[in-house]
């Protein structure tokens, strides 16, 4: 038997390896699932990549690299085949948007459901120790304690979740719910007949946190019965069987999703690029009416704001000008350029993700 293309280290309950393979599945990429044991977190894969994140992936030649998001970028130019980027320009560009705002604002309430609550902190963190932790030599009781506080502590309580804005945290899950219901009842994914890369996106936190914890999972059964068939869906879907069109345009339906996206990401990812800039570590901005503050400043968020301003960029003058339509009609215009020329530093040299000692977060959460 040949050996996999590449072999994928992460956790059977982590946001970002379960897109990852929900991608390498449907592109049909033979892989190699490696729990991410303490051995290879603390040692290996800080040694191959210089940070402590997951998934982190081993290709058969011998090269590592992280990060969810360039990871598929790159594969998609050596997996060219049934893409999962749309050929209309626009869509693509709003595919990256919303593959954005999953990566980077669904990230909040997914930790915050996972290890807010009493049932789900409790299951996960007897998960996570179960996988990843046999190799630590503690007692299993203190193991699942300690990671249940950490857990909590440096992706909840850190990262803005508090008495004041904890109800807004939990209706953007309801929020993005609702919008999704609205879609999916009409079409198998996102944009069609097949995945696109917004599906992908939309699944890390969909698949592994909100169908899956206790809590988050019988909200999604009862209020959002076609996003928990989507899940399913998308974890079976294969390339060589997904052969139906995408529709044309933006469709009407997609709307609500770019307002949500205009009111809580963008200006969020534009509030923290400017603390970035002024070299502070904190920042606060208040969103829909919330005020968030204390919020850790994040330089991959401005770098990914710069992504964001350079693939607009990047687009045909016809669908400039349709995608600023767009956003202006639901409000992101100016929150997209509000910071004109965010300066993250991050991957200055287009490495990723082959660069080495590039951190998307301090701590890498699962």
Known sequence: MSKPALTVYGSKVSYYTGKLEAYLRYKEIPYQFQAMTAEYFNRTVPEKTGAQQMPAVEFADGRWATDSTPLITWMEEQYSDSSVLPQDPAQAFLCRLIEDYADEWLWRPAMHYRWSHFSD????????????????????????????????????????????????VELGYLRILEILQDILNTRPFVFGDRPTLADFGLFGPMFRHFSQDPTPAEIMRQRAPAVFAWVGRLW???????????????????????????????????????????????????????????????????????????????????????????????????????????????????????????????????
């Not at 069109?245 to 690029?273: C, F, M, R, Y």
């Not at 850790?296 to 600023?324: H, I, M, N, T």
Request: with cysteine.
């Open 121 to 168: 902190r409790q299951l996960l963190g007897t998960l996570l120790v179960d996988e990843l932790f046999t190799d630590v030599m503690a007692p299993t009781w203190l193991k699942r304690w300690k990671i249940r506080r950490r857990q909590k502590s440096h992706f909840v309580d850190k990262d803005g979740v508090n008495s004041r804005t904890r109800s807004h």
């Open 236 to 366: 079976n879907a294969h390339a060589s069987a997904c052969t139906g069109k995408l529709v044309e345009g933006i469709p009407n339906d997609l709307l609500p999703l770019l307002q949500e996206i205009s009111e809580t990401h963008l200006p969020n990812l534009a509030a923290n690029a400017i603390a970035w800039g002024e070299g502070k570590k904190q920042y606060a901005v208040t969103i829909q009416g919330t005020a968030y503050t204390d919020l850790p400043v994040s330089r991959y968020r401005c770098w990914c704001l710069e992504q964001l301003q350079a693939q607009f960029g990047d687009l045909p003058a016809a669908s400039r000008d349709a995608v600023r339509t767009l956003l202006e009609d639901q409000g992101g215009w100016e929150s997209l350029w509000q910071l004109e020329e965010p300066r993250s530093d991050y991957d200055p040299q287009g490495q990723a993700p082959f660069a080495v000692g590039l951190k998307v977060y301090p701590v890498q959460g699962a």
